[in-house]
């Protein structure tokens, strides 16, 4: 942090830092969670889900871009090794050993929820206390938001299926 930084800050520096820290252990967790579930996908819609899934695996891996140099900014140490971030991450890793789409889509929406809840609380923490942080916080929750949206959107198309399905049965 510059010197003005510093008399600006009206924030718990320090508290921010492990925040931030946390949240870019789940965005590692989240965008590898993305990235092999899009590999190992099978079921209705794969195709498509595929290609998204992959969309937002990048946009987890910018998140933690943004989160990473904010941190050095802030004058703290990005997480150095990713054995930190199982120690670091307040969302779970679901590894998709069944990776039927339903089940992929579920453990990404978790993630999803997850990270909504870290920028919302990082976005309050900060608000009107350190606008830059904020914003990114701000930022960052509008795509969570998009992310949660469109695997909700999955998910109920799926369910949609299923009924007509089984009124064919009848
Ligand atoms: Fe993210
Ligand atoms: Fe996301
Ligand atoms: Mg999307």
């Given at each position: 942090m510059g010197k003005e930084a510093k008399k600006i800050a009206s924030v718990d520096v320090e508290?921010?830092?492990?925040?931030?820290?946390?949240?870019?252990?789940?965005?590692?967790?989240?965008?590898?969670?993305?990235?092999i579930g899009a590999r190992v996908i099978e079921g209705p819609m794969r195709t498509e889900v595929e290609a998204e899934l992959l969309v937002h695996?990048?946009?987890?891996?910018?998140?933690?871009?943004?989160?990473?140099?904010?941190?050095?900014?802030?004058?703290?140490?990005?997480?150095?090794?990713p054995q930190e971030w199982f120690k670091k991450s307040g969302c779970a890793y679901d590894a998709p050993t069944d990776p039927y789409i339903e089940i992929i889509l579920n453990q990404n929406l978790q993630g999803e929820r997850c990270a909504i809840r870290r920028y919302n609380e990082i976005a309050a923490?900060?608000?009107?206390?350190?606008?830059?942080?904020?914003?990114?916080?701000?930022?960052?929750?509008?795509?969570?938001?998009?992310?949660?949206?469109?695997?909700e959107d999955w998910i109920n198309d799926i369910d949609r299926m299923k009924e007509e399905l089984k009124k064919l049965r009848v």
């Amino acid at each position: 942090m510059g010197k003005e930084a510093k008399k600006i800050a009206s924030v718990d520096v320090e508290k921010l830092i492990e925040m931030l820290n946390a949240a870019l252990a789940e965005e590692w967790l989240a965008y590898y969670q993305y990235w092999i579930g899009a590999r190992v996908i099978e079921g209705p819609m794969r195709t498509e889900v595929e290609a998204e899934l992959l969309v937002h695996a990048t946009e987890e891996l910018n998140h933690a871009v943004m989160v990473a140099d904010r941190i050095i900014q802030l004058g703290g140490t990005p997480l150095l090794h990713p054995q930190e971030w199982f120690k670091k991450s307040g969302c779970a890793y679901d590894a998709p050993t069944d990776p039927y789409i339903e089940i992929i889509l579920n453990q990404n929406l978790q993630g999803e929820r997850c990270a909504i809840r870290r920028y919302n609380e990082i976005a309050a923490f900060t608000s009107g206390k350190d606008h830059i942080t904020h914003q990114m916080a701000t930022q960052i929750l509008a795509d969570e938001l998009e992310h949660e949206h469109d695997i909700e959107d999955w998910i109920n198309d799926i369910d949609r299926m299923k009924e007509e399905l089984k009124k064919l049965r009848v």
